[in-house]
């Protein structure tokens, strides 16, 4: 994916925003955005930010990744955080970036589970 | 593009982004593994950022070192900005601000092997940080 696309799209009543793989400030920004968009035409029960592609979180990033989850909360929508990459963890644990009660889950598919959405192909 | 000297400008947002990719790639082609290449990226986003926010504009240099036959990595950040009134309280992390200049510092001090600052009231700011391969 490149540094401007973004993508924040329905599966079933959840929210599924993707970060690029190296996002601008504006490009974090704009997802943001463009999440909260998205909620003022449907409510949805849960909202995930995948950071599978994501190489880099520095300060900025990650205060706003938890600013966007209290946002959600507000909303009265539960976030999950997906996809953290090893490096990222390492970096995030090492400057004690805080990102609040936010959960985190393997991938989408662990996101998924959490909220509640049953595979359909899974149960036949 | 050169891994052992260089300069790149930093005068938008974007050349936070510039300045990530150039530091990575000069990272990885020194032989840094892969988490000293997201602490010295994560690094070099913080402190160019601080030139976009503070300064306006200014520069990213970097240098290849070595020691003991192990590659290093010195960055410098240079800009002409403001300066930092209190270095001292910055670097202890007690200058430290949810946006501001401290955090970015407090970080940065955390992912390097060695940084200093060097700074002037109305002159401007050069931050160096070294970082060795292990």
Known sequence: MSPSEQ?????????????????????IERLQEAVLDAMTGRQPTGVILD?????????????MIAETAQMIDLMGAETIVVGIRPPVAMTAAELGYDLGDVRKARNTDHALDLLGVSNVERDV | ?????GTLAIDSEDDILVARQRAREIAEELGFRRTDVTR????V?????NIYLYAGEGEMRWRALERHGQPGLELQFVDEGPGIENVEA???GEHSTSEGMGRGVTGTKQLVDEIEIDTELGEGTTVTIIKWAT
């Open chain 1, 7 to 27: 993508s924040v799209v329905w599966v079933r009543d959840i929210l599924l925003a993707t970060f690029p793989d190296n996002p601008t400030d504006k490009t």
């Open chain 1, 51 to 63: 950071l599978s592609g994501v190489e880099t979180v520095d300060s900025f990033f990650a205060r």
């Open chain 2, 1 to 5: 593009m050169t891994t052992e000297t």
């Open chain 2, 40 to 43: 010295i990226v994560t690094a």
């Open chain 2, 45 to 49: 986003s913080e402190l160019s950022r």
């Open chain 2, 90 to 92: 910055v670097l202890a």
